[in-house]
């Protein structure tokens, strides 16, 4: 890592997407070719950059409930480069113990983040005084603080989704600020209650 990679990160996007909203419950989920769902439910969550502490938390919430939950699909979404994104997964607590129902995948050109309606953020979502606060108590409290940033930028809007066997979309909890953590086991429950019903 360099510190020209750490400067860029705070650079916004020049080739932002445009956006649609992100997508309501009860609608059908977004077709990408990067996200291939399957007929189980599923929760996909959209990462901040690697190195982001809140990435991490996110992450590691992620694989926590992805282990009570076999079946049920988990996916994690990087827009970080294939490189960056496996050196900050390497760097992890419990690295390589992620279970069988567990991916991450790679969108570096953040095609599919633009397709679920997650956009370039404003500055009052990055650099809020209650996010920055929960930088530091999310360091202070759990030992989690920024690593390297090799890749990605800290504008990209993150954003988690759970989408029963139909495709539907069951829970969609997009970030309102950066120090938004998603509860990955409410979204479990809306896809898989959706399962039971059927």
Not at 23 to 28: E, F, T
Not at 67 to 83: G, L
Not at 99 to 104: F, K, S
Not at 109 to 115: D, K, M, R, S, V
């Amino acid at each position: 890592m360099t510190f020209q990679q750490e400067l860029s990160s705070w650079f916004a996007p020049r080739d932002a997407k445009t956006t649609p909203a992100p997508p309501a419950v009860g609608s059908k989920a977004p077709s990408t070719s990067k996200i291939q769902l399957s007929s189980a439910p599923s929760i996909i969550t959209f990462l901040r950059h690697c190195g982001c502490p809140f990435a991490e938390k996110t992450f590691l919430n992620l694989r926590e409930v992805a282990r009570a939950h076999r079946n049920t699909s988990f996916i994690a979404v990087s827009h970080s480069s294939q490189q960056a994104t496996d050196s900050w997964l390497a760097s992890l607590p419990q690295a390589g113990s992620e279970p069988d129902n567990l991916q991450v995948i790679v969108d570096d050109t953040c095609e599919a983040y633009a397709a679920w309606g997650l956009g370039v953020a404003g500055f009052g979502h990055v650099l809020s005084p209650a996010g920055l606060y929960g930088v530091w108590k999310l360091g202070r409290e759990e030992g989690i603080w920024n690593r390297p940033t090799e890749s990605g930028s800290r504008w990209q809007v993150s954003g988690s989704f759970g989408v029963d066997g139909m495709g539907v979309v069951r829970w969609s909890r997009p970030a309102e600020r950066v120090d938004d953590v998603p509860d990955f086991d409410e979204g479990a429950a809306a896809v898989e209650e959706v399962g039971v019903k059927l």
